[in-house]
Each structure stands twice: as structure tokens, then as C-alpha cells.
């Protein structure tokens, strides 16, 4: 009982100081639980189940949606990571990214037909999510004087249709179900490994400057 106790309070001070990537396991429940959060909103809340994806299919349109949402992963998993390279003026970037995302939304919503004005906010909200994405990932290699968040750019959209490519070649459901655990699951214990060794390259650095 004392052991259980006490990795709780382990878990619980690394929360706090906000070392998340060393509970892969804890982080990546907690994405499947908003992504599953996520498409219910959209399916069953804002559209109805049984609502007709006549526009783009109802496939595709999940695809990207999944696709959003997983890059959306990775980019707060990049950002626990790189975060103690960032200033203070970064926040007002994050600003501007976001009312460029939300003025995104509007135009979407205005500028679609008026039958289809949902599915235009959801349209532009995903476009601009990812160009918002590419931008942050741009500002994280900058200011970490390091390649790694391109490389995640990189290999993120080839792994990602390359599950997409598996899945409609085998047509088997319980692949999907497969990948969609075990790919955050494989990313959350890669940044875990990259954090620890993030950590001992900032104490080494410190001890040097001693």
C-alpha cells in the first residue's frame, strides 16, 4: 500500500513541476480520452450521428480530422519538451496563432454555403490548425537550436498515411484500433527518452557554468 502511495506522490510532484513526458502511459490515456472527447463532440454534438458527409466523405473528412488531432499531440508533447528555451515574447506568438486560427473559424463559417457552414468552420479551423502547427514548429527549432521538431514534422505525416495506407490495404478494423493506442503510445515514450536526456544535458550545462 505504501508503494502504491508513494508512486502517486511521484506521479503527482512530476505533474506539478510539470514533467508530464515521464509518464508516457498516464499521457497518452489522457490524449485517447480527448481525442475520443473530441470526435464525439464534433460526430454526435455539433453534427448528429448519421449526419451526411456528401462534401468530402465521411472517411476522408475523419481521416484529416484524426490527422489534426494527433499533430495537435505532438506539438504539446514538443512543446513540454523544448519549453524551457522559450521567452516571454513566444506567448504573444501563441497569441497571434490563435486569433489567426479563430478569425480562420469565422471566415470558414462566412464564407461557406449556408447549408454547409459547419463543416466550412471545421475545414478552415483544420487548415489552420496545421499551418499554425508548421509555424510553431519553425519558432521550437529556432529557439531549441535544434532539428528534432522538424524531423517530428517529417515523420509524422509519412508515418501517419502510412497507417492510413495499412489499414485501408488489410480493410481490418482491429488494426485501426491497434495503431490508434499504440502510435501515441510509441511517440509519448520517444519524448519520454528525449526529456530525460534533455534534463541531463541542462544539468551537465549547468554544473559547467558552476
Known amino acids: 500500500m505504501s508503494k502504491i502511495i508513494n508512486f502517486c506522490k511521484t506521479v503527482y510532484a512530476d505533474l506539478i513541476t510539470g514533467r508530464l513526458l515521464l509518464h508516457p502511459i498516464l499521457l497518452t490515456a489522457a490524449f485517447l480520452a480527448a481525442s475520443s472527447g473530441a470526435?464525439?463532440?464534433?460526430?454526435?454534438?455539433?453534427?448528429?450521428r448519421g449526419y451526411g458527409w456528401d462534401f468530402v466523405g465521411e472517411g476522408i473528412f475523419f481521416m484529416f480530422c484524426s490527422f489534426t488531432?494527433?499533430?495537435?499531440?505532438?506539438?504539446?508533447?514538443?512543446?513540454?519538451?523544448?519549453r524551457a528555451y522559450f521567452?516571454?515574447?513566444?506567448?504573444?506568438?501563441?497569441?497571434?496563432?490563435?486569433?489567426?486560427?479563430?478569425?480562420?473559424?469565422?471566415?470558414?463559417?462566412?464564407?461557406?454555403?449556408?447549408?454547409?457552414?459547419?463543416e466550412g468552420v471545421l475545414a478552415?479551423?483544420?487548415?489552420?490548425?496545421?499551418?499554425?502547427?508548421?509555424?510553431?514548429?519553425?519558432?521550437?527549432?529556432?529557439?531549441a537550436k535544434s532539428f528534432w521538431p522538424i524531423v517530428y514534422a517529417v515523420i509524422y505525416p509519412v508515418s501517419f498515411f502510412a497507417a492510413v495506407w495499412l489499414i485501408?490495404?488489410?480493410?481490418?478494423?482491429?488494426?485501426?484500433?491497434?495503431?490508434?493506442?499504440?502510435?501515441?503510445?510509441?511517440?509519448?515514450?520517444?519524448?519520454?527518452?528525449?526529456?530525460?536526456?534533455?534534463?541531463?544535458r541542462q544539468y551537465e550545462k549547468q554544473n559547467l557554468s558552476r
Not at 69 to 82: G, H, K, M, P, R
Not at 92 to 100: K, R, S, T, Y
Not at 124 to 143: G, P
Request: one cysteine or more; glycine letters at 4%; charged letters at 15%.
Open 69 to 82: 488531432i494527433d499533430a495537435y499531440f505532438l506539438t504539446f508533447c514538443s512543446y513540454l519538451l523544448f
Open 39 to 48: 470526435f464525439w463532440l464534433i460526430n454526435d454534438v455539433i453534427f448528429g
Open 87 to 118: 521567452t516571454r515574447r513566444h506567448k504573444f506568438i501563441w497569441l497571434g496563432l490563435g486569433v489567426f486560427i479563430l478569425i480562420s473559424c469565422i471566415y470558414g463559417y462566412l464564407s461557406a454555403d449556408i447549408d454547409h457552414q459547419k
Open 124 to 143: 478552415c479551423f483544420f487548415a489552420a490548425s496545421l499551418i499554425a502547427i508548421c509555424i510553431y514548429i519553425l519558432l521550437a527549432a529556432f529557439a
Open 168 to 200: 485501408f490495404r488489410t480493410q481490418g478494423y482491429y488494426i485501426l484500433e491497434i495503431l490508434q493506442t499504440f502510435c501515441p503510445l510509441a511517440w509519448a515514450f520517444h519524448f519520454k527518452v528525449k526529456f530525460k536526456q534533455e534534463q541531463t
